[in-house]
């Protein structure tokens, strides 16, 4: 392989176009597979024996719950990089990936507990999977509001990045919950390991919802990154030349 | 298809508020951040336009 020059691709001038080019496909891609897995999990997957028409839920309620996690390991993973290599595009993509993740994790609480009710008689149980998860998501509010009251850019990165690095363990340990603790939440559905338990139809239309969910966070991140950077670099002479910044 | 009627879509085999509670509030909350995302792009451009403008006159009235 040939020498790739990341920190090139890292300038946050040269992000800024690349994220410009970029984001429009993926959002076209999200639409498309959203459409295709909606239709797939409403229109054809059979109904479970056990949970009627009620597992539906399941189509949105474990991509967002996936994507709640992946996002904070990509948070961690963005704030790495920035406190080795001292990068300015890592705060500004940790920073712009946490909305979405706390959006994520709120929805993954919110379906979580309107599928609980008709199946366990429950909105809410403190058990390891429900509370890892609720405190994934006071994670992403704790990030926002620490990084959001500290001014100085620099320092409110770094300050970020701690919470991102420190906080990721608290990924496995939603992933690994219904494994170590005896939870009311089943086991999961799907592994690595094992073959998923649950119907080919209705396991492709979550995968389906997954990849949408996935293909809308990197879209609406690309997107939003290149507002931060626009922020951060307004001083630049390469911002004043940009077409949409003349006056 | 599997639903012979919209009534029966809708009704979800009883379990509609629940089903229908998740995806449309998942539906809105998406859509609410696209519109967000786009609001503040927005924002931004006009600021910096705004700051440009300045900029330009205050650097006439210089010479």
Redesign the interface.
Do not use: N
């Given at each position: 392989m040939k020498n790739i020059n990341w920190f090139h691709y890292a300038a946050p001038q040269t992000f800024y176009g690349l994220a410009g080019r970029a984001w429009p496909w993926f959002a076209v891609l999200a639409t498309v597979l959203a459409a295709a897995g909606l239709w797939l999990g409403?229109?054809?997957?059979?109904?479970d024996f056990q949970q009627?028409?009620?597992y539906?839920?399941i189509?949105?309620?474990v991509p967002?719950s996936w994507m709640s996690m992946v996002i904070y390991l990509a948070m961690a993973f963005w704030s790495v990089l920035g406190l080795t290599f001292n990068t300015r595009l890592s705060g500004m993509m940790t920073r712009a990936l946490a909305?979405?993740g706390a959006?994520f994790a709120?929805?993954s609480l919110?379906?979580g507990a309107?599928?609980g009710?008709?199946m366990w008689g429950a909105w809410w149980v403190w058990d390891a999977r429900l509370t890892s998860e609720l405190i994934l998501f006071f994670l992403y509010l704790g990030y926002i509001a620490l990084t959001s009251a500290i001014d100085d850019t620099r320092r409110s990165d770094r300050a970020g990045a701690l919470i991102a690095i420190v906080g990721a363990i608290n990924v496995p340990i939603i992933y690994f919950s219904v494994k170590w603790w005896n939870t009311l939440h089943q086991g999961a559905s799907v592994s690595l390991t094992k073959a998923p338990s649950m119907a080919e139809i209705m396991l492709w239309s979550m995968l389906l919802m997954a990849l949408a969910f996935w293909f809308?966070t990197v879209a609406?991140v690309l997107?939003?990154v290149?507002?931060l950077i626009?922020?951060r670099e307004?001083h630049a002479s390469w911002?004043?030349e940009l077409d949409?910044?003349?006056? | 298809m599997r639903w012979d009627s919209w009534a029966q879509f809708w009704a979800m085999g009883g379990y509609g508020v629940y089903v229908w509670g998740s995806v449309g509030v998942t539906a809105v909350l998406l859509a609410l951040e696209v519109l967000q995302a786009r609001w503040s792009h927005r924002q931004t451009l006009a600021q910096l336009q705004a700051e440009q403008a300045v900029a330009q006159s205050s650097a006439e009235d210089l010479m």
């Open positions: 409403f229109a054809v997957a059979p109904t009627g028409e009620g539906r839920i189509f949105v309620h967002a909305p979405t959006l709120f929805l919110w379906t309107l599928w009710k008709p809308y609406l997107y939003r290149r507002t626009l922020q307004r911002v004043h949409e910044v003349k006056p | -």
